[in-house]
């Protein structure tokens, strides 16, 4: 099954930010998002993954498929990296943490409560969260903010290995990560700014 989105119409505060956004992601592929800084891909990535309402279009094939990644880690402090990983594992339904220790570089970090980490171990542990989820679609916003280039490198190798197992990946994401992707420009469906009031201000 792949997801499609169709004639996607997404907003801020009820003024329309992308209009017409339409594309399929199938088992195995990557896209990535480009755009300057507030052209709406975080909008975009959000109405993807379910987290707010589209303003017009559909998302199809997305449910109970998805794993989202944005700029928080997700991270309780009290506790420890295993803690951390056992507890989303349970979350969806999983229970097997080591694949994700081991493609992360923290089987030396196990007992460090997630309080005590560095912003770039703290963002390597967010990221492991998604190996332990079970779900095919990763959907990431700026992923790589905090880590160093060993890390991205740990980061791009993980992507692979997931689109390699039949997974997918919408991201969006400055840095080039040497990873086999389709591109998406986001500039090409700015919208026009007027109010639409199809728009749900629950969501944003």
Same mark, same amino acid.
């Given at each position: 099954?792949?997801?499609?989105?169709?004639?996607?119409?997404?907003?801020?505060?009820?003024?329309?930010?992308?209009?017409?956004?339409?594309?399929?992601?199938?088992?195995?592929?990557?896209?990535?998002?480009?755009?300057?800084?507030?052209?709406?891909?975080?909008?975009? !990535?959000?109405?993807?993954?379910?987290?707010?309402?589209?303003?017009?279009?559909?998302?199809?094939?997305?449910?109970?498929? $998805?794993?989202? @990644? @944005?700029?928080?880690?997700?991270?309780?402090?009290?506790?420890?990296?295993?803690?951390?990983?056992?507890?989303?594992?349970?979350?969806?339904?999983?229970?097997? $943490? @080591?694949?994700?220790?081991?493609?992360? #570089?923290?089987?030396?970090?196990?007992?460090?409560?997630?309080?005590?980490?560095?912003?770039?171990?703290?963002?390597?542990?967010? !990221?492991?969260?998604?190996?332990?989820?079970?779900? #095919?679609?990763?959907?990431? #916003?700026?992923?790589?903010?905090?880590?160093?280039?060993?890390?991205?490198?740990?980061?791009?190798?993980?992507?692979?290995?997931?689109?390699?197992?039949?997974?997918?990946? !919408?991201?969006?994401?400055? $840095?080039?990560?040497?990873?086999?992707?389709?591109?998406?420009?986001?500039?090409?469906?700015?919208?026009?700014?007027?109010?639409?009031?199809?728009?749900?201000?629950?969501? !944003?």
């Amino acid at each position: 099954m792949e997801l499609k989105v169709t004639d996607l119409a997404v907003g801020r505060g009820g003024v329309p930010v992308l209009a017409g956004v339409s594309f399929a992601l199938g088992a195995g592929r990557a896209l990535v998002l480009r755009g300057p800084n507030g052209s709406g891909k975080t909008t975009l !990535l959000r109405t993807v993954a379910g987290l707010q309402a589209p303003m017009a279009g559909s998302v199809a094939g997305a449910e109970d498929r $998805i794993a989202y @990644a @944005a700029h928080a880690d997700g991270l309780k402090a009290a506790l420890t990296v295993s803690e951390n990983l056992q507890f989303w594992a349970s979350v969806f339904g999983q229970s097997d $943490i @080591a694949p994700a220790l081991a493609a992360f #570089d923290l089987e030396g970090l196990v007992d460090r409560r997630a309080g005590q980490l560095s912003a770039g171990q703290k963002r390597r542990l967010g !990221l492991a969260r998604l190996m332990v989820t079970g779900r #095919d679609v990763w959907v990431l #916003d700026e992923p790589t903010v905090s880590l160093d280039a060993a890390s991205v490198a740990l980061f791009a190798d993980a992507v692979r290995a997931h689109l390699a197992r039949g997974g997918a990946a !919408l991201m969006a994401t400055h $840095i080039e990560l040497g990873i086999e992707a389709d591109v998406l420009d986001v500039s090409g469906y700015r919208a026009a700014a007027t109010e639409m009031a199809s728009a749900d201000e629950a969501f !944003l």
